[in-house]
């Protein structure tokens, strides 16, 4: 069974209709391809989902989430940006848009697409005409003192998601310390800590994901 829009398929926020569009950014290494491949395979039993992934000169991320088998093939597809992952998910994202309309006109009705960032930093942030939400990974191997940076992934993202919690106690880093410094930055906006391949850890993430899709007006088939 497959959670889709109902058959009149209304005008939701941003006045179009169709599947929620979810963006996943975050530093290179944090764990956006992890984030993205469990929440497949959190979802893909109960959602129509698609993935557009963004590398610069590569299909790598596209290819890494193929290898896992987290969807059928013909569900991933890549963006080769050619130049600053920022500007396919920021300033030009006609690529990304013609993906979304390529998956879209080849699948049919989606319920989600998530759309995933190739490497990039703290300042990025993704086009309201891309997405509908913004999820951002940071790690903790990145070091603690990162969610005191600021910067716009961080302090405006819907969901800021701290991964890799596990390794904490191996790289020095305090949690508690990434906790308060996150709040501090983001006020009222959500904050996870998770692992997103531990056993369930990918759990809150989807709580937060339902939610949202709930707000958009997916219903059950």
Not at 42 to 51: C, F, H, K, N
Request: with cysteine; hydrophobic share 40%; glycine share 10%.
């Amino acid at each position: 069974m497959h959670l889709h829009q109902p058959e009149s398929s209304p005008l939701r926020q941003g006045g179009r209709s169709g599947a929620l569009r979810i963006g996943v950014g975050g530093p290179v290494g944090s764990g956006k391809t992890a984030t993205v491949a469990a929440l497949c395979r959190q979802l893909r039993d109960t959602l129509s989902i698609a993935v557009v992934t963004n590398d610069i000169y590569t299909r790598e991320d596209a290819e890494a989430l193929l290898r896992e088998a987290v969807l059928p093939a013909e569900r991933i597809t890549a963006v080769e940006t050619g130049a600053c992952p920022h500007t396919a998910i920021r300033d030009d994202i006609s690529a990304n848009l013609a993906a979304v309309e390529d998956l879209e006109d080849t699948l049919g009705r989606l319920d989600l697409v998530l759309i995933e960032s190739g490497g990039d930093n703290l300042t990025a942030t993704f086009s309201k005409g891309l997405v509908d939400h913004q999820i951002f990974v940071i790690d903790v191997a990145g070091g603690d003192d990162v969610p005191r940076k600021g910067g716009p992934g961080i302090t405006t993202a819907d969901l800021l998601v701290i991964n890799k919690t596990d390794l904490a106690p191996y790289v020095g880093s305090d949690l508690e310390t990434m906790a308060r410094d996150a709040k501090a930055q983001r006020g009222a906006l959500p904050v996870i800590l998770t692992s997103v391949k531990a056993h369930d850890g990918v759990r809150p993430i989807c709580d937060w994901l339902t939610e949202r899709l709930a707000e958009w007006g997916t219903v059950p088939a």
